[in-house]
C-alpha cells in the first residue's frame, strides 16, 4: 500500500527553523514528484512546493518563497521541507502529497504534520 | 497566480438530494490540470477527480466532474451521509498552484 508519513513538526519560536521530512512506501518514489501543501487551524489547503523526480524543477508559493526549501533523497524514498524564520502565520498541519504527473495529481497524501510558531 | 472561487460557501442538503459545487479560476485553466478533493475533519484531502471530469481509484460514479475555461463543476447526484464534508477544487497548470477556498456539503 501507498505510504506517505510525515515527521518533524513541533514548536518553533517566531524566527526559528524546522525541518520536516515525508517517508514513502509502497511504490517507486523515484518516478513520482511531489508536493507540499498545509492547512492553517479551520482554514482551507494552501499549495507551498512541488519538485520534479530529480529535484531540478521547484516551485514555491510566494508566501514561502526564500524561506523554505524543498529537496528529496531518492535513495531513501524521502522527501523534505526546510523552514526558516518561521512566522506565526506558518502553524498548520503540513502534508507530504504525490504527484505523478500527468493528468493525475495530488492522489495520494500523509497524515500531516503539525507546526506551531509561537512565542 | 490563477485564484479560484468557490460557491457557495456552503450548501445546506439531505441525503438524497443532489449536490452542484462551482468553481471559477481568475484565468483560463487546461482542463487537463483541474482537480476536486474531499476533505473531513482531522483527516486529510482525498483525491475525488482530476483532469476536470476523471474519477480516481475508488470513487464512485455518483461523482462527476465538468467544466472548461474559468467554470468548472463538481456534481454529487445523490449524497450519502459520508459526503457531508469540506470540498476543494485545484489548478495544478500553472504555478503558483492554487487551491479554492472550499464549500462545505452540510446535512440540511
Known amino acids: 500500500d501507498v505510504q506517505l508519513v510525515e515527521s518533524g513538526g513541533g514548536v518553533v519560536q517566531p524566527g526559528g527553523s524546522l525541518r520536516l521530512s515525508c517517508a514513502a512506501s509502497?511504490?517507486?518514489?523515484?518516478?513520482?514528484?511531489m508536493n507540499w501543501v498545509r492547512q492553517a487551524p479551520g482554514k482551507g489547503l494552501e499549495w507551498l512546493s512541488y519538485?520534479?523526480?530529480?529535484?531540478?524543477?521547484?516551485y514555491y508559493a510566494d508566501s514561502v518563497k526564500g524561506r523554505f526549501t524543498i529537496s528529496r533523497n531518492n535513495a531513501k524514498s524521502s522527501l523534505y521541507l526546510q523552514m526558516n524564520s518561521l512566522r506565526t502565520e506558518d502553524t498548520a498541519v503540513y502534508y507530504c502529497?504525490?504527484?505523478?504527473?500527468?493528468?493525475?495529481?495530488?492522489?495520494?497524501w500523509g497524515q500531516g504534520t503539525l507546526v506551531t510558531v509561537s512565542s | 497566480e490563477i485564484e479560484l472561487t468557490q460557491s457557495p460557501g456552503t450548501l445546506s442538503l439531505s441525503p438524497g438530494e443532489r449536490a452542484t459545487l462551482s468553481c471559477r479560476a481568475s484565468?483560463?485553466?487546461?482542463?487537463?490540470?483541474f482537480g476536486w478533493f474531499q476533505q473531513k475533519p482531522g483527516q486529510p484531502p482525498r483525491l475525488l477527480i482530476y483532469?476536470?471530469?476523471s474519477r480516481a481509484t475508488g470513487i464512485p460514479d455518483r461523482f462527476s466532474g465538468s467544466g472548461s475555461g474559468t467554470d468548472f463543476t463538481l456534481t454529487i447526484s445523490r449524497l450519502e451521509p459520508g459526503d457531508f464534508a469540506v470540498y476543494y477544487c485545484?489548478?495544478?497548470?500553472?504555478?503558483?498552484?492554487?487551491f479554492g477556498p472550499g464549500t462545505k456539503v452540510e446535512i440540511k
Open positions: 509502497g511504490f517507486t518514489f523515484r518516478n513520482y514528484e
Open positions: 484565468q483560463s485553466v487546461d482542463s487537463k490540470f
Open positions: 502529497a504525490r504527484d505523478p504527473s500527468g493528468t493525475v495529481s495530488f492522489d495520494y
Open positions: 483532469g476536470t471530469s
Open positions: 519538485i520534479d523526480i530529480v529535484g531540478k524543477t521547484i
Open positions: 485545484l489548478q495544478y497548470d500553472k504555478s503558483p498552484f492554487t
